[in-house]
């Protein structure tokens, strides 16, 4: 009798196993069954009428930022942050007249492209806030709190500020001739890269710089690493530091430079509505109607080149991406797909979506008179 049972509890782990390791075949080798097994056995689809909302003032014009969990939502001089349950956290006191932001981890970082005044938000709260001595151009901030600026609206065409977490300022970097059109700094604090333009005759020289920070600290004028330069007219539209590493978004293609060289990874046809590199390691790119009716979602490793691949047979009106998710935009349905290419979560509204903004955690969807918060 016992062996019996024995018998009988060893069959049951056997066909549990079976039966996890057949639902697992289908889930990997198939996306129609990885939609299927989404929706009726993980429950990821997420309707308006279920999500959180955050009402929005239509007296004003609403600025929506999400960063980590949190939603902040800037109306006149006041940043009002939200948790994901859409409950208020705090109202912050700012003078901004045209926003412009950078989102990393559980910071927001704001500035005024119009003037001078920059705002370090950690989670909730306030953490520094300074006034430059020159017109903001461009920000970014790491998950460790470090911020870069580009200013413009002095002696100099560009200047290049680098502050640590307490606001600090770590170095200053002058461009005599040249504009900054973005720039990042590796999580590590290690590297800032910056895009810099400029003109000669009637052609646009665009380069990307590697700054080490630990020789910046000691002399500005000896602190580049690298210099990437590209061909005549060929433009760096946005760059993403990889550790020592650059990923460039070029308007032919995606690139990753390293210790000196540049080398193509990823081509963008003239067919392909959406390319990004956002993507912490990733970069995707949407070409539609591969087949007269579908488009296809690429994302690759920018490390290892390895790509995935995810199907849509619906038309694509936008997309936008974090650190590890892209959002869809499909018109009443928002897709969720991660860095696998792999569908994660389903928004199904009846409303026009405005735009969308994400956070690791979270992504906000915006309509004219609301916003609504998705987990992810």
């Known amino acids: 009798m016992k062996d019996k049972k024995l018998l009988k509890k060893y069959l049951i782990i056997a066909l549990i196993i079976v ?18 097994i989404n929706k009726t056995v993980f429950k990821t689809e997420v309707t308006q009428a279920d999500a959180p909302r955050i009402e929005l003032d239509q007296s004003t014009n609403s600025s929506v930022y999400a960063y980590g969990s949190r939603v902040a939502v800037l109306s006149g001089n006041k940043l009002t942050i939200y948790n994901n349950k859409a409950e208020k956290e705090k109202e912050i006191e ?26 370090l938000i950690h989670n909730g709260n306030l953490q ?53 059109t973005d720039l990042d700094i590796s999580n590590d604090g290690k590297y800032l890269s910056y895009v810099e333009i400029s003109t000669s005759g009637l052609s646009v020289v665009s380069m990307v710089k590697t700054i080490s920070v630990d020789k910046a600290k000691q002399s500005s004028s000896e602190s580049i690493l690298y210099t990437y330069s590209s061909q005549s007219n060929e433009l760096v539209l946005k760059i993403k530091q990889n550790g020592s590493k650059v990923v460039e978004f070029k308007d032919t293609g995606i690139f990753v430079c390293d210790k000196g060289e540049e080398n193509k990874i990823l081509e963008i046809p003239t067919n392909s509505g959406f390319a990004d590199i956002d993507l912490n390691g990733y970069a995707y790119k ?35 991406c974090s650190k590890s998710m892209i959002a869809i935009n499909i018109g009443n349905e928002v897709l969720f797909v991660n860095a696998r290419a792999w569908p994660s979560k389903k928004y199904v509204t009846d409303k026009n979506i405005s735009d969308i903004v994400m956070g690791d955690q979270i992504a906000a969807i915006i309509y004219k008179d609301s916003v609504s918060i998705v987990k992810l």
């Open 286 to 320: 949407l070409v539609e109607n591969i087949d007269g009716e579908n488009s296809e979602l690429t994302v690759q490793n920018v490390n290892t080149t390895a790509a995935s691949i995810y199907t849509i047979s619906e038309a694509v009106i936008s997309m936008y």
């Open 94 to 119: 700012v003078v901004v007249n045209q926003a412009k932001f950078a989102t990393a981890g559980n910071y927001l970082l704001l500035a005024d492209a119009e003037g001078s005044n920059v705002y």
């Open 19 to 36: 039966a996890i390791a057949t639902v697992s075949g289908f889930y990997i080798g198939s996306q129609e069954s990885r939609d299927v």
């Open 128 to 180: 520094w806030k300074k006034t430059i001595d020159g017109q903001t151009s461009q920000v970014c901030v790491t998950e460790k709190g470090a911020v870069g600026i580009s200013m413009s609206g002095t002696t100099y065409k560009s200047v290049i500020i680098m502050y640590g977490i307490t606001g600090q300022e770590l170095f200053r970097s002058y461009l005599a001739s040249a504009t900054v």
